[in-house]
């Protein structure tokens, strides 16, 4: 039984998410705005993004005739968060997808408030799947304490708690971890020799932090940064969260803070400092996939696992910058990347 597909979703996605960052503040919505550029659980990064459906409008993939084989199944849906790169991942999900098997694809892209409304759909059966990220699984689905907890220990949790809960599975880890970093602009990484956040307290005194006031002001944001590395800059300002690295550009800041698949830091102006003392909480992006769709759809499970390990944070900041600053469509994006590693052919 296939669910109340899409439309429920569109309604859904009439709230973008306005929450700041990976570790706090999710899930809020901001009534049918654009989409922008987000965090991990679907909160934003100031970065605009292409805009999801309005409710009423169908979305932009509503999938082809079914394949030779397939007509008596209905298309799989895939649902996304609000975020550049999750549209990204979509349309790689979709194109293994169609590419291995028989079945046709739909997506529902940019659903509002993220996380905390295409889980409940998923539950209810109106998706099948969904690119999610390991934190977010764990913090705010299953309602655990991230904090000195090991990946290992996460995944296994996700696994075993998603099953028992939700009958629902985690196929895969691709490869990239979406977290918060401290970026430095390059020439000041090479000046000081920076690779790791430790490396930059030698430095801190001669260098301008510009974050966006929420981060600073938050108790687990800057102050917690500065605390566990020892950092005391020479300056500190307030940066309004679209224009952080337009600043760190123009050489009114130094350093920032920023998600490790920024578009920004696929290009060679920007580092992002190694996290050395494992501050952050580690987001990884996986598929979460309902049991029942799995065993419905004889090799789907196969699919999904080609994305295993095929991205790092460098390559999805990259494609993410394609998106974000170049204009190209995602669907390209998606199918240059997939044919450049060999996973699908020319189309």
């Given at each position: 039984m296939k669910k109340l597909k899409w439309m429920t979703a569109v309604v859904l996605s009439g709230a973008m998410a306005l929450s700041l960052a990976a570790c706090g503040g999710k899930g809020a919505d901001n009534g049918g705005a654009p989409a922008t550029?987000?965090?991990?659980?679907?909160?934003?990064?100031?970065?605009?993004?292409p805009a999801a459906p309005a409710a009423g409008e169908e979305p932009a993939e509503t999938g082809a005739m079914a394949a030779p084989g397939s007509e008596n199944k209905d298309p799989i849906e895939i649902a996304t968060k609000p975020m550049t790169e999750q549209y990204?991942?979509?349309?790689?999900?979709?194109?293994?997808?169609?590419?291995?098997?028989?079945?046709?694809?739909?997506?529902?892209?940019?659903?509002?408030?993220?996380?905390?409304?295409?889980?409940?759909?998923?539950?209810?059966?109106?998706?099948?799947?969904?690119?999610?990220?390991?934190?977010?699984?764990?913090?705010?689905?299953?309602?655990?304490?991230?904090?000195?907890?090991?990946?290992?220990?996460?995944w296994e949790t996700l696994q075993t708690e998603y099953h028992e809960k939700f009958g629902m599975a985690w196929?895969?880890?691709?490869?990239?971890?979406n977290t918060f970093t401290v970026a430095v602009r390059s020439d000041v990484a090479k000046e000081h020799n920076?690779?790791?956040?430790?490396?930059?307290?030698?430095?801190?005194?001669?260098?301008?932090?510009?974050?966006?006031?929420?981060?600073?002001?938050?108790?687990?944001?800057?102050?917690l940064?500065?605390?566990?590395?020892?950092?005391?800059f020479k300056?500190?300002?307030?940066?309004?969260?679209?224009?952080?690295?337009?600043?760190?550009a123009s050489g009114e800041i130094d350093v920032t803070n920023g998600y490790t698949t920024d578009a920004q830091l696929g290009t060679e102006d920007v580092?992002?400092?190694?996290?050395?003392?494992?501050?952050?909480?580690?987001?990884?992006?996986?598929?979460?996939?309902?049991?029942?769709?799995?065993?419905?759809?004889?090799?789907?499970?196969?699919a999904l696992m080609k994305m295993d390990g095929i991205l790092?944070?460098?390559?999805?900041?990259?494609?993410?910058?394609?998106?974000e600053a170049e204009g190209m469509d995602e669907k390209q994006i998606a199918l240059d990347y997939l044919t450049e590693k060999g996973l699908i052919g020319n189309e």
């Open positions: 550029a987000t965090g991990p659980s679907g909160e934003t990064k100031g970065q605009d993004a990204i991942l979509a349309e790689m999900l979709k194109l293994l997808i169609e590419d291995s098997t028989d079945y046709t694809v739909n997506i529902t892209p940019g659903i509002g408030g993220g996380t905390s409304n295409i889980h409940p759909a998923m539950v209810e059966g109106e998706f099948d799947l969904y690119p999610e990220y390991t934190s977010s699984g764990y913090v705010m689905v299953l309602g655990h304490e991230a904090v000195g907890v090991s990946d290992d220990e996460i196929v895969g880890l691709y490869g990239f971890n920076l690779v790791t956040t430790s490396d930059l307290a030698a430095a801190a005194g001669d260098l301008t932090f510009g974050g966006n006031p929420d981060y600073i002001e938050r108790a687990d944001g800057f102050n940064l500065c605390d566990t590395y020892g950092l005391e300056k500190v300002m307030d940066i309004d969260i679209g224009l952080k690295y337009q600043a760190m580092v992002a400092l190694e996290d050395d003392k494992h501050l952050q909480a580690n987001y990884f992006c996986s598929t979460v996939v309902r049991e029942d769709t799995l065993a419905e759809y004889p090799g789907l499970e196969d790092t944070d460098k390559d999805m900041a990259a494609l993410n910058y394609k998106l």
